[in-house]
């Protein structure tokens, strides 16, 4: 069966000219002439533990440049785009796609409330606006009014309310603002009764929470100094500090908390704890594990106290009471447990709430009850404890999705989450953690019927035996025939779990009849620190694995075939997708890296690069150099034989990957002999990462994927014939 995106008008006009499109678009395929890209004479010598020394080229390394700084990058992205906008615009239902994809994402959305001295904050988004709408209600029923509407900010959408922190009374709110999708955070405050935004301005946050002082007068929040001209998106991030922000002042007037000039690769952040006495500080020097010190805040002159020391687990606040403080950790307990911990005894720390065979993903203390959220095969389930850690119940969950929020005060009893599925657009409810009572929030009007979409989990084997969760999801109508145009997710690193949620885009591959697969590879958290540590440093090759295997067993199900599989995978999943298309081309007939790191040797030499040595390694060890060279995306593409369609997405101001990994992977294959399929890179302009992008944009680089992969798997978006 086929799914029609469009009104019965514009079916017809695209069944019209299908045929010609499609082989107007195969001729261009074959005739695609690229951006000629200038070679340097750059050549490293890296320390091997297999080689000695290994001399490595590095004939792109100028790509690596800042845009802005650069005419001549900038024009080597004009071309790269020119070349790939051609294409794309020829390809068949382009254009349906988008629209229909428009017609989808046009429904009202709803974040998560926040109370504050009675004040309910809330973010909403109408359908189509580029940026979600803050609002505030003097009530939980109250009329509720704007306070922020960044789509006044940017005329292009690309200016976003990246975070925002009421006061405890609720009266000030401080709000962070993100442009271009960049890390990059200034803070402003505003007056929530009167909506004026006061004259506070704090710059060069990144990587920060905002925590109030109780009394209002001011916040505590990290940043990094400025950085010199022309490095703003490219220098290294170092020196991190903790500041406190007093309201009335000029930034210049922060009072220096704490920092480590000694040691400027140290991370630094602060949250003020729920009865405002104390300050948690979590230091880190990258992705993984953390030190814990606590700040009396209501003594002078206190030192901080050390809870937790180096950085070899990981270790977050939940609540105190007192003196006694409770943190969600996995010393000692792959799977995360909750312990007590005594100011007085740092080093007792007591069990509150024991490690299960199911990993904790968060815990909050609300209410005088303990609420922990955990992944059960990946899918959510969350319980409520007593503050001694005994059980009370399970909280009842729709099916097979994810449960996100559960914040609050140890205060109030009250707490909100949204249930999400890959079928089903977030539902936000209202929890009554004394009675457990779910009661629905707000919840979106659909234009399509989750009923139409099944959504199944199957396990599949890999490397050393390991049975890997795959999620699979289709319309209703769709069934294995070893030829549906079948897509493939995975992340793989960083403890990150992709979990069954839901994005439009999704769902539009499935209306078209395409099936959608997330596999929960190693390197994620879906079984805790255990299935982290099997897939990063020395093992990173098993999320490879993984991944292939994958794509083997949606062949083996009878979903798809090497004709019909295409794979996707964004940041670290990027380097996936661009590391099993060197390792596997054979397998796959479509792939779609985003915003990727491509260059497995320099890496670490940008912006955030330096704290992926937790999962990745650094080149600069040799054992890890002869492990990084081997699976490096722009270091290993294969010479001969067919390589998939590719499809590379990046961004100008993305700080968090730099655009020059894709920028170098796109130049590297271009240059092979890979065979007939294109290789495209879209650069996507004024917009960064991910977060931030206004839907606008987020449309458009959707289509223009989905009908680059229907086009290359065979997904007929043609009209069916008259009965």
Not at 37 to 51: E, I, L
Not at 92 to 112: S, T, V
Not at 216 to 232: D, V
Not at 296 to 308: G, N, S
Request: glycine share 10%; proline share 5%.
């Amino acid at each position: 069966m086929r799914f029609l995106l469009a009104t019965a008008a514009s079916v017809l006009a695209l069944a019209a000219c299908t045929n010609e499109t499609v082989e107007e678009a195969e001729t261009g395929a074959e005739a695609l002439s690229y951006p000629e890209t200038r070679t340097v004479d750059q050549t490293d010598v890296y320390a091997s533990a297999a080689n000695g020394g290994v001399s490595v080229a590095d004939p792109y390394r100028w790509l690596e440049t800042d845009v802005r700084v650069s005419d001549e990058l900038a024009q080597w992205v004009a071309d790269q785009n020119a070349v790939t906008n051609a294409y794309l615009s020829e390809l068949p239902g382009r254009q349906m796609i988008a629209d229909r994809m428009r017609e989808l994402w046009n429904y009202e959305r709803f974040g998560l409330p926040r109370e504050r001295g009675g004040r309910y904050f809330l973010t909403r988004n109408d359908g189509l606006q580029d940026q979600s709408v803050l609002y505030v209600r003097d009530s939980l029923e109250g009329e509720a009014r704007v306070l922020i509407d960044p789509n006044e900010w940017a005329e292009d959408g690309t200016a976003a309310l990246a975070g925002y922190w009421p006061s405890p009374d609720g009266n000030r709110m401080v709000y962070s603002v993100q442009e271009g999708g960049s890390d990059w955070r200034t803070l402003q405050v505003l007056d929530v009764e009167t909506g004026e935004t006061l004259s506070d301005t704090v710059e060069w946050v990144k990587f920060s929470p905002v925590s109030w002082a109780s009394d209002g007068s001011g916040f505590y929040y990290s940043r990094y100094p400025e950085p010199e001209e022309g490095e703003t998106f490219t220098a290294l991030n170092l020196s991190q500090a903790i500041y406190f922000h007093t309201l009335g002042t000029d930034q210049s007037q922060d009072e220096l908390i704490i920092a480590d000039p000694e040691n400027p690769e140290v991370s630094w952040r602060g949250s003020v704890s729920d009865d405002g006495d104390y300050l948690i500080i979590s230091t880190s020097t990258g992705t993984d594990g953390n030190g814990v010190h606590i700040l009396d805040l209501t003594a002078e002159d206190a030192e901080p106290v050390l809870i937790f020391d180096g950085f070899g687990n990981n270790h977050s606040y939940v609540g105190n009471l007192g003196e006694t403080f409770l943190f969600q950790t996995d010393l000692d307990a792959p799977n995360g447990r909750v312990v007590a911990v005594d100011l007085s005894d740092p080093s007792t720390r007591a069990d509150v709430v024991a490690e299960t065979e199911n990993p904790i993903t968060g815990t909050d203390h609300i209410g005088g009850h303990i609420v922990v959220e955990r992944m059960r095969d990946v899918a959510s389930a969350v319980s409520i404890y007593a503050e001694d850690g005994t059980p009370v119940r399970e909280v009842e969950l729709p099916g097979l999705g994810v449960a996100l929020g559960f914040s609050g005060g140890p205060g109030s009893g009250e707490t909100f989450y949204s249930y999400e599925s890959l079928n089903q657009p977030a539902t936000v409810y209202r929890y009554d953690v004394t009675t457990g009572e779910s009661a629905v929030f707000a919840a979106p009007d659909l234009t399509f019927d989750p009923a139409d979409y099944v959504v199944t989990q199957t396990f599949y084997e890999s490397t050393g035996g390991a049975q890997i969760p795959l999620f699979i999801a289709h319309h209703r109508d769709v069934e294995p025939n070893g030829a549906q145009p079948t897509l493939i997710y995975g992340y793989g690193g960083f403890a990150i779990t992709r979990r069954p949620d839901f994005d439009v885009r999704r769902l539009q591959w499935m209306e078209m009849g395409g099936v959608y697969a997330i596999a929960n590879l190693r390197g994620g958290s879906a079984y805790g620190r255990d299935w982290h540590d099997a897939g990063r440093l020395l093992n990173k090759q098993n999320v490879f694995d993984d991944f292939i295997n994958a794509g083997r067993a949606m062949i083996e199900l009878g979903w798809a075939s090497p004709d019909t599989l295409a794979i996707h995978g964004r940041s670290n999943g990027g380097l996936l997708v661009g590391a099993v298309a060197n390792q596997a081309p054979e397998l796959f007939a479509a792939a779609l890296p985003a915003v990727g790191v491509m260059d497995m040797l320099r890496f670490n030499q940008f912006t955030a690069g330096r704290f992926w040595v937790d999962d990745y390694g650094s080149p600069q060890d040799p054992e890890m150099f002869d492990l990084l060279y081997a699976y490096s995306p722009y270091h290993n593409v294969p010479e001969g034989g067919d390589y998939p369609a590719t499809l590379i997405t990046t961004a100008d101001t993305d700080d968090r990957v730099v655009p020059g990994h894709s920028f170098k992977y796109a130049a590297a294959l271009q240059v092979a002999e890979t065979g007939d399929a294109p290789t495209l890179i879209r650069i996507e302009s004024s917009a960064g990462h991910g977060a931030g992008t206004p839907v606008s944009k987020l449309i458009e680089e959707g289509a223009d994927r989905w009908a680059f992969i229907a086009h290359h798997t065979g997904l007929d978006l043609s009209a069916p014939e008259a009965e």
